[in-house]
């Protein structure tokens, strides 16, 4: 059920074309600090109350990050894997068509689960704006080498997530170099994670995708596992190391863990045997966060979604405004940095949680946003 409160929602938009079966939200919740902001989740499950959680979440994201951006997220109920291009490109372009009204002006689409790239290629030509969504292809530019794009798949997300673990890690005493990790799934987030941690000195014991994981305390080759996953499908291929099932990386027994896939994956069941030192959420929501108070009263250190994983809304802030990539990375680490001091002194100084703090912080920014714009709380807001 999507609840209505003061930030919003302002627009909760369903989409439906029979003749090419798309089916698909769009939740812009609050634009207060400019156009709401995020990205287009294809998968056979996604709702409009999964929809409005993320687009919540990238409100809190943007304010955090201090960009001019508001919150939003939009889902199409498709499998991406299993339709040809022409099909999912026809679905893009439907629901492209149908958003333009709103599209830039009030939302800014992006690249979420099951989009990429070439998504936002058939996004922006069916919109007709380049700046109705970021994450385009590098050759996609306002005219040669001005406000070209900036694909999430050069791995902002993370980049930053790197960044805000070993900043925390000063807060709990622990040296990255010769931390074990732990990270719940090997896409375009997981990947980088792992590069550029490792590359810190963390040592990889376990990673998993949609087919399991693979486990081994002695550590595991970031090059080696990326040339397994290409040439075999999965992570499990990798040698040597045991392969177990995938809810059971959440329990290994590591410095770090790093959820950077699916929603929910620590839960009421498992939670209870995470024995991390810290987790930071690299994916959205990967827990409630009643299972964050549980962790947090335990002693284990959590680095909220939004303020973990905002180097993707910060590579879309630098591509908006025509930054290269070089200047995108920069801000994307200055502003993490920052912004993961910030949270855990608030936190640790009034003895709450880090989500807890961050919320309040980014609260009364969006507050301060709307009442500058004379918005009146619990009013305005639209459905359709």
């Known amino acids: 059920m999507i609840e209505f409160d003061e930030f919003g929602p302002e627009k909760v938009l369903e989409v439906y074309e029979p003749k090419v079966k798309l089916h698909g939200f769009l939740v812009i919740d609050n634009t207060a600090l400019g156009p709401g902001k995020g990205g287009i989740r294809m998968t056979p499950t996604v709702s409009a109350e999964e929809v409005f959680k993320l687009a919540r979440t990238m ?3 943007s304010a955090l990050a201090e960009i001019p951006f508001g919150g939003a997220k939009a889902g199409i109920v498709a499998e991406p894997k299993a339709l040809p291009q022409e099909e999912r490109k026809a679905l893009i372009q439907g629901f492209a068509r149908a958003l333009k009204p709103l599209s830039p002006s009030l939302y800014i689409a992006g690249p979420d689960v ?5 998504e936002m290629r058939w996004y922006a030509e ?15 530019c306002v005219k040669p080498g001005v406000k070209c794009g900036i694909p999430h798949e050069f791995g902002s997300t993370g980049f930053g ?4 673990v070993v900043e925390a890690a000063g807060f709990i005493g622990l040296d990255i170099k010769g931390a074990t990790l732990a990270v719940e799934g090997f896409g375009n987030v997981g990947t980088f994670v792992i590069r550029h941690l490792t590359e810190q000195g963390a040592r990889l014991v376990a990673v998993s ?10 550590g595991l080759d970031p090059k080696r596992l990326i040339e397994v996953k290409e040439s075999t499908g999965s992570v499990v291929s990798y040698t040597p190391g045991q392969v177990i099932p995938g809810k059971e990386l959440f329990e290994l027994k590591v410095d770090i863990l790093i959820p950077a896939a699916m929603p929910e994956v620590i839960n009421r069941e498992n939670v209870g045997r995470v024995q991390a030192r810290m987790v930071a959420e690299a994916s959205n929501i990967p827990m409630s966060p009643d299972i964050e108070e549980v962790l947090h009263k335990r002693g284990v250190l959590v680095i909220p979604d939004f303020v973990a994983n905002a180097g993707g809304v910060v590579s879309s802030y630098a591509e908006y405004r025509g930054y290269n990539p070089k200047k995108m990375f920069d801000i994307v680490r200055r502003k993490i940095i920052k912004n993961v001091k910030l949270v855990l002194k608030s936190s640790r100084e009034r003895n709450i949680k880090p989500r807890d703090a961050a919320l309040e912080i980014t609260k009364e920014r969006v507050r301060r946003a709307m009442e500058a714009k004379g918005q009146l709380i619990g009013a305005g807001h639209e459905r359709g």
């Open 59 to 61: 409100t809190w994201k």
């Open 114 to 118: 099951g989009t990429s790239m070439e």
């Open 126 to 140: 069916a919109n007709g704006r380049l700046a109705s969504c970021t994450g385009k292809p590098a050759d996609m």
């Open 161 to 164: 997530v790197a960044h805000a």
């Open 209 to 218: 995708d949609r087919k399991g994981a693979i486990h081994n305390p002695e």
